[in-house]
């Protein structure tokens, strides 16, 4: 999988509009990105997958650039349970079947 | 739909001991993985497999052995337990579609202790 950055942590306020955004600068052609989403004690589960422009879903947003270097996972008016961590993965199989997870971003929503 | 399940949910081992942790899942995936999670850090891959009867090695495998003998099932084995593998140990199938859109699905994790 191309490596990805992300922050560490981030933190907001019940309403707000939380933006996520991820570095993979070494994405390949037919790379996809994909986040997901992992709450204390429990396994990730999948938010939203992309190749390009923007994706929407009942869930989140993502916006991935021209150049996809970057792609930017937006949670629209987060509630306290929105608070989790994070992860997002690039590259797909055949050519990559690892599903390697980084260490995500730990969003903290606030009353 | 039971999705995926593993067994058992939790367990203590003492350092030496041996343990097989069991993974199911029922929606026919080709892929299934291995993962164990530390306290505040991220997922790490220990073993991985793309299909019945292949495994391949992950992030960190030393200490552990996998099986795939058939395509719903994926064993993790601990030979001889080691205090450095308390963890929560995750397994995930996922699957590619026509368009390449792939999804992994996980289990609710199996927290093991080695004392």
């Known amino acids: 999988l191309a490596k990805t950055t992300q922050p560490i942590s981030m933190d907001s306020y019940e309403g707000q509009e939380v933006n996520i955004t991820c570095s993979h600068n070494?994405?390949?052609?037919?790379?996809?990105i994909t986040w997901y989403q992992q709450f204390p004690s429990q396994g990730p589960r999948f938010i939203i997958q992309?190749?390009?422009t923007k994706v929407t879903n009942e869930v989140a947003s993502l916006f991935i650039p021209a150049d996809r270097k970057s792609s930017t996972l937006s949670l629209p008016r987060v509630s306290l349970s929105d608070t989790a961590v994070y992860y997002c993965l690039v590259g797909v199989a055949p050519n990559d079947y690892k599903l390697s997870f980084g260490a995500g971003t730990t969003v903290t929503v606030r009353a | 739909n039971a999705g995926v399940t593993q067994t058992p949910k939790f367990r203590v081992l003492k350092t030496g001991q041996s343990m097989t942790l069991l993974c199911a899942q029922d929606m026919n995936h080709e892929y299934m993985y291995w993962y164990r999670q530390d306290p505040g850090m991220g997922l790490r891959l220990i073993h991985y497999?793309?299909?019945?009867?292949?495994?391949a090695k992950g992030e960190v495998p030393d200490g552990y052995n996998v099986s795939r003998l058939k395509k719903q099932n994926f064993l993790l084995g601990l030979e001889s337990a080691a205090p450095s593998q308390t963890s929560v140990y995750f397994c995930a199938s996922s699957y590619m579609d026509r368009e390449s859109n792939t999804e992994a699905f996980f289990g609710q994790g199996t927290r093991l202790t080695v004392v």
């Open positions: 497999s793309v299909g019945e009867g292949t495994t």
């Open positions: 070494n994405i390949a052609t037919n790379d996809y």
């Open positions: 992309g190749y390009k």
